[in-house]
């Protein structure tokens, strides 16, 4: 049972392009949470979706950063116009069932460079 | 909001010895409590977590944390370390009805051989 795949895996882009970091879950898993992590900082929350809906982007900046989960296929989280700071390790979780103190199951994340 | 501390962002410890990473928390309600670790280059695998019930909470690889509601805190204790064990540990907080995790900044562990 393959788990939560991210790719790519690194992933580097010059200042003002788009980066797409896509986020396969787990088998059967129906809800995927988006997580960012800046050089030295722990894991911050970005959005969790559910398929075809965004059920919670209050970590999402407001403006450049979209997510979506659609029907069929991946997960994507897109970043347009990307700036030095958007530079990090962008981490895709799943998990079977939503609800607080289900386990969510992270993949190996994106690292994103900003030149 | 709730938040969480991790005041140790490096511990070294000598191989075979006992080992206890901090965390403490905040929240207006009741919470859940997750201890991750993340080796190098790789993505979050769960220690152990703590819903309710027993407040000592036993995870994978020997470790364990004990909840203290008194003093907000989720410590992680080992009795005795391996190589193996080097990590980044994270501490997490969730709560009822709220599914994102809020993460600490993070504990180094470096095993000394």
């Known amino acids: 049972n393959a788990g939560v795949m991210q790719n790519p895996r690194h992933l580097v882009r010059r200042r003002g392009q788009e980066a797409r970091l896509r986020c396969s879950p787990m088998k059967g898993h129906s809800h995927v949470y988006w997580y960012r992590q800046l050089p030295e900082e722990g894991l911050k929350f970005m959005v969790y979706l559910q398929k075809e809906n965004i059920i919670d982007e209050s970590g999402m900046p407001k403006e450049r950063f979209s997510a979506e989960f659609p029907k069929e296929g991946p997960s994507i989280l897109r970043i347009q116009q990307v700036v030095r700071g958007d530079s990090a390790a962008y981490f895709c979780?799943?998990?079977?069932?939503?609800?607080?103190?289900?386990?969510?199951?992270f993949g190996p994340g994106t690292r994103l460079t900003v030149l | 909001a709730q938040s969480v501390t991790q005041l140790d962002s490096q511990v070294p410890v000598f191989e075979e010895a006992p080992v206890e990473l901090r965390c403490n928390y905040s929240?207006?309600?009741?919470?859940?409590l997750f201890w991750y670790v993340q080796y190098p280059n790789q993505g979050l695998q769960l220690l152990l977590k703590y819903l309710s019930g027993s407040t000592l909470v036993k995870g994978i690889n020997g470790f364990e944390a004990e909840f203290n509601k008194s003093q907000t805190s989720f410590h992680l204790r080992k009795p005795s370390v391996h190589i193996s064990d080097t990590a980044e540990y994270f501490c997490?907080?969730?709560?009822?009805?709220?599914?994102?995790?809020?993460f600490g900044t993070g504990t180094r562990l470096t095993i000394i051989p």
């Open positions: 979780a799943s998990s079977f069932v939503g609800g607080a103190g289900n386990e969510q199951f």
């Open positions: 929240s207006s309600v009741s919470v859940y």
């Open positions: 997490a907080v969730s709560n009822f009805g709220n599914e994102k995790l809020t």
